[in-house]
């Protein structure tokens, strides 16, 4: 079935103005998202011509503010006061829903701490037709605040490292607080758990899985740790381990792992036509665009906008052969 013919397109247009679907156009064939639910549709036998691929990533994270009350040790984020401007945000998200971004994920530092975090988040949803997430450590999700953001997220991630006196020795908050914390987060929308795995955590993952599906999680996301300012990456002794891990789980819980850690994971990707910046990029507090949170280096967004500053780093990238 071909799309450039017009039939098949206004047929599509027609379906998702009436069911509220997003429509995302690529190598892969068309993708129909719903935000509400999180449903994602490919249709794969439709072929696509080039000149209507999608030309933003598939999903964009934005770090709010490098502000964070934590200081956890592994953390990618500068311990710097850098905040981006109100106005400048929805214009680069406008722009992004235009061009075939599905979703935004809101971080940090600590993305509640921003001063405007819910006219955010009520913008967002209300202007654009993208799905909202947020990660948190979860800590100032109070009732106020959860009333303030029911109806206006669609998902959150709330990290959690380890489990009783492994977790507060990281995150220097008590566990039974995160515990009344995920109580208040499961009335906001669906949301999941994130777990930065070494060895400290890894033997606790049974744990975490386990207080995770009793608070109401759906996800487990795990991300093997990172190098970042001296604290090293996870070996691969604990690396191999967390594999055997995976193979064995047998919870309710649904297991994801991020791209650059996916190698040698049982993983499911419909859209491997869509990687790199095509499929995920993430702009830091400083309004610097990177292929994801680790990398230290990338390119300022100017006066061009986000795609302007999607092609320079994609030339960059093809010059250094990445």
């Known amino acids: ?148 953001l029911r109806g206006f997220i669609h998902f959150v991630r709330v990290s959690v490292d380890g489990v009783g006196a492994t977790y507060e020795s990281i995150r220097r908050r008590p566990f039974t607080a995160l515990l009344a914390c995920l109580e208040r987060v499961r009335t906001i929308s669906r949301f999941g758990i994130n777990v930065v795995i070494n060895e400290r955590t890894l033997p606790e993952l049974d744990e975490i899985a386990r207080v995770a599906a009793d608070v109401g999680a759906c996800e487990l996301l795990l991300l093997p740790q990172v190098s970042v300012r001296g604290v090293p990456g996870i070996d691969a002794h604990t690396l191999q381990d967390l594999r055997r891990w995976v193979e064995s789980y047998k919870g309710p819980l649904r297991l994801c792992i991020n791209e650059a850690s996916a190698d040698g994971f049982p993983i499911c990707d419909p859209l491997v036509e869509e990687r790199g910046l095509l499929a995920y990029a993430h702009i830091d507090a400083k309004g610097v665009l990177k292929p994801c949170s680790y990398h230290e280096t990338g390119v300022p967004i100017g006066e061009g906008g986000v795609l302007q500053a999607i092609q320079r780093l994609a030339s960059e990238q093809r010059e250094r052969n990445i």
């Open 1 to 148: 079935m071909k799309l450039c013919e017009g039939t098949t397109l206004n047929l599509l247009h027609l379906l998702t103005d009436q069911r509220h679907w997003k429509l995302r156009y690529s190598a892969a064939g068309v993708h129909l998202f719903d935000r509400s639910t999180g449903l994602n549709i490919l249709l794969d036998e439709i072929l696509v011509p080039a000149s209507l691929y999608s030309r933003a990533p598939r999903q964009i994270s934005i770090a709010l503010t490098n502000r964070c009350d934590l200081a956890c040790p592994h953390c990618y984020a500068p311990k710097s006061r850098d905040e981006l401007p109100f106005d400048v945000i929805t214009k680069w998200l406008a722009e992004l829903d235009t061009h075939g971004t599905l979703g935004v994920g809101f971080g940090g530092g600590e993305p509640t701490l921003y001063p405007e975090f819910v006219r955010l988040c009520k913008h967002v949803v209300e202007k654009t037709h993208l799905a909202v997430s947020f990660t948190t450590h979860g800590h100032h999700i109070d009732s106020e605040l959860a009333e303030q």
